[in-house]
């Protein structure tokens, strides 16, 4: 483990250990699933990013969300982001949220509706609207 990675393990530990909640992972290498977490229930993320391409600059970026489960087979999350190359900073904020529609059971599949709503501010301009989407997921474990 990386120090980077210790780093945000120990934010991530401090958060949930202080928190009244109880705090989650989400399964490895699972990029939206079904699965919407029980109210009062929550999840931290956080990634570090670095992109080196040749002869273009390189471009260093973070970003951090925290999810909760709000009842009603719903749960909600805010994500808060920066990205930084060639001496320009870009931020990022999205609202996210996903409503499941059919439980996973067993190894049955689970159904689910998310959507996201995020925003950017570049380097000297002001936020604005960057983009928006809705997603039908479907979920099944196949091991």
Aim: hydrophobic residues 40%.
């Amino acid at each position: 483990m990386t120090r980077s990675h210790r780093s945000a393990w120990l934010v991530g530990s401090l958060l949930c250990a202080t928190a009244s909640f109880r705090c989650e992972a989400a399964p490895p290498l699972a990029t939206e699933d079904a699965d919407v977490l029980d109210k009062a229930s929550c999840e931290w993320e956080g990634v570090y990013t670095r992109v080196k391409a040749r002869r273009s600059a390189t471009e260093n970026g973070w970003e951090t969300q925290l999810s909760c489960g709000v009842g009603l087979s719903t749960q909600l999350a805010l994500a808060y982001g920066q990205a930084r190359s060639a001496g320009l900073t870009s931020r990022n904020v999205t609202l996210l949220g996903k409503t499941g529609l059919i439980d996973r059971e067993d190894d049955g599949v689970g159904l689910g509706v998310a959507w996201t709503i995020g925003g950017v501010r570049n380097h000297g301009q002001s936020f604005k609207h960057d983009f928006s989407q809705i997603v039908l997921v479907a979920t099944q474990e196949v091991l």
